[in-house]
């Protein structure tokens, strides 16, 4: 029979649950000529900052055991170029949800380009990066302390009337004390999680192989972690959860769902495989007949 | 970009570098009577399915890379072309850490993922009459697909190639079988002139009009330097994606930030920020 892969989540609906995750797909249109990007229920793109930036000095990839660290350093080419050339030219391809992902250096830096990305036709979520490693002063700081977390989230909550998502760090002893902020403080829903502050020294030169010392690390190798971390704070909140960490095939999917996500990031996996995402979704149908599953949406939070 | 699966066909020893690691020559092909592109499946089901070509050629341009999914080990390895028909590709590599370590053990008719078509590749058609290639160890090894490409354009070519010694050459006879100049360079003077490229070039001044160099960024940065004629390098970075979107490989250039995997990795001499 003919499976349904579709779920509504704050009022938008998403073709399949199926999502590169930030920072791993660029803003889309660096694979429109890989694969037809309408596979994907959405798209998360590139975390996006007010002001343009180069992000760190390289190496920023390393090789690590079921995965790799990365140090890209948010790179990116600002707000502006984000709601004036890279989502209007993704939308002249791309009719599925388009996810702005938001990071900042302070408060106001987050609510600023929050408000203008609330403007901008074609985004519909908002997702607050308060869980990126690799930036000082900002990102990370942000998501570690839930008082700190809750405030970033009252005030982008403040000046968006679009659904908004926190991306959480797992860098934290207790995640659901900050994913219980954040939805004391407005939050529509939670992203989780961003990557693992990691390190690799290459024995040889007798230094770091990231020339930003650390990284982030992600991969398969995180994925019972992540599932681990998606499970507690999808049964502690009433809010959405998108799933992500180590995420690389259909019954990781199936898996995240089940722990608690009603959407799914693949993140890492599209940097070893690019056609990952459109793999998986061509294989969740099989998968879920094989299993007795009709309707995807029906298994989140079952277990 | 497409992925492909393709069998080893050869992957053999051919040289060593003076502290002992192996050069491998590794040669790919397409399986027999295969469907084996993913990029084809997914593109035939989209609605812009008129732009997949028909027949699916291994056939890449020089400077171009492709980037292997070795077993165990997550990030896949890049490496520059050396030479392709329809249903083959030519690559050297060398041991450098464990992934390639790991490819050198695998044995032919073993079947890896690859992506194919990757980079910008060099451009011959910048060369108007005699072109001067310069490598630096197996930065040789894309030359001589470009090599090739000029010939085909009716280029005069003189390639000159560095190694350390004389046991790292590799494809000296096959540029040579070419009927291209072919002049080698060895740091310990066991093959050739002894010293840099720029030694080897600056004795024999060939003509040319336009230069092409992959090797050492220290080689390419003098030759860069050295060469009054315009010219292009080919960068080398760690690359994560190899395919433009993880921003793992952004250098700074003289045109901005450009993503080494996908904007180069060729870039104009005059482009490149040492």
Redesign the interface.
């Known amino acids: 029979m003919v499976k349904d892969l579709g779920i509504s989540l704050c009022g938008l609906h998403f073709a399949n649950p199926v999502v590169p995750a930030s920072?791993?797909?660029?803003f889309g249109l660096?694979?429109a000529?890989?694969?037809?990007l309408?596979?994907l229920g959405g798209i998360s793109l590139?975390g996006t900052t007010r002001e343009a930036r180069?992000?760190n000095p390289?190496?920023?990839?390393?090789?690590?055991c079921?995965?790799?660290l990365?140090a890209?350093g948010l790179?990116n080419p600002g707000i502006d170029a984000l709601v004036e050339d890279k989502v209007p030219a993704l939308r002249k391809i791309y009719r599925g949800v388009v996810i702005a992902n938001i990071s900042g250096f302070s408060v106001g830096e987050y609510a600023a380009c929050c408000a203008r990305a609330d403007a901008c036709e074609g985004i519909d979520v908002l997702e607050v990066n308060v869980s990126c490693p690799n930036v000082h002063n900002g990102g990370m700081a942000f998501g570690t302390d839930p008082q700190a977390a809750a405030a970033v989230t009252r005030a982008v909550r403040e000046v968006s009337r679009k659904p908004v998502f926190v991306k959480l760090s797992p860098n934290v002893s207790d995640i659901v004390s900050i994913a219980r902020a954040c939805e004391d403080a407005g939050a529509d829903g939670l992203t989780l999680v961003n990557t693992f502050l990691g390190m690799r020294i290459d024995i040889r030169a007798r230094r770091p192989v990231l020339a930003n010392g650390t990284g982030g690390y992600s991969?398969?190798a995180i994925f019972p972690v992540a599932l681990r971390m998606v499970h507690q704070v999808a049964h502690a909140c009433r809010i959405p959860v998108m799933g992500c960490g180590g995420v690389a095939t259909a019954a990781d999917v199936i898996e995240m769902m089940m722990a608690g996500a009603s959407v799914v990031q693949v993140g890492?996996e599209?940097?070893?495989?690019?056609?990952a995402c459109?793999?998986i979704i061509a294989a969740l149908p099989e998968l879920m007949d094989k299993l007795g599953i009709d309707k995807l949406s029906d298994i989140i939070a079952t277990v | 970009?497409e992925?492909r699966q393709l069998v080893i066909s050869e992957n053999v020893q051919v040289a060593r570098d003076p502290l002992g690691r192996p050069t491998f020559r590794i040669v790919l092909s397409v399986p027999q009577g295969s469907s084996d592109s993913?990029?084809q499946e997914?593109?035939e089901?989209?609605?812009?399915s008129q732009t997949a070509p028909a027949a699916r050629s291994l056939r890449m341009r020089a400077g171009q890379f492709v980037d292997i999914?070795i077993p165990g080990?997550?990030?896949?390895r890049p490496i520059s072309v050396c030479d392709c028909s329809d249903d083959r590709l030519m690559l050297y590599y060398k041991v450098v850490g464990d992934?390639t370590q790991l490819l050198s053990t695998l044995p032919a008719g073993t079947q890896l993922?690859v992506?194919t078509g990757l980079g910008n590749g060099f451009r011959p058609d910048a060369c108007r009459e005699a072109a001067l290639l310069a490598g630096g160890g197996l930065g040789v090894a894309p030359l001589y697909l470009l090599a090739r490409e000029l010939l085909a354009l009716g280029r005069e070519v003189t390639v000159v190639l560095g190694f350390n010694s004389a046991g790292e050459v590799v494809l000296e006879e096959a540029f040579r079988a070419l009927g291209v100049r072919t002049l080698i360079a060895t740091m310990d003077g066991s093959a050739g002139v002894k010293g840099f490229v720029t030694d080897a070039i600056a004795q024999a001044a060939p003509a040319y009009d336009y230069f092409y160099t992959c090797g050492p960024m220290p080689m390419m940065k003098a030759l860069c330097a050295a060469l009054p004629a315009p010219g292009q390098a080919s960068l080398e970075?760690?690359?994560?994606?190899g395919?433009?979107?993880?921003?793992?490989?952004?250098?700074?250039t003289r045109s901005g930030?450009a993503r080494v995997c996908?904007d180069g990795p060729v870039f104009d001499k005059e482009d490149i920020l040492w």
């Open positions: 920072g791993t797909f660029g660096e694979l000529d890989a694969f037809d309408n596979l590139k180069y992000g390289t190496p920023r990839i390393a090789e690590a079921g995965g790799m990365n890209v790179q991969g398969r890492s599209n940097v070893r495989n690019p056609y459109p793999e | 970009m992925k993913v990029g997914f593109r089901k989209s609605e812009r999914a080990f997550f990030l896949r992934g993922d992506l970075e760690r690359m994560g994606c395919a433009g979107f993880c921003y793992g490989c952004s250098i700074r930030v996908k």
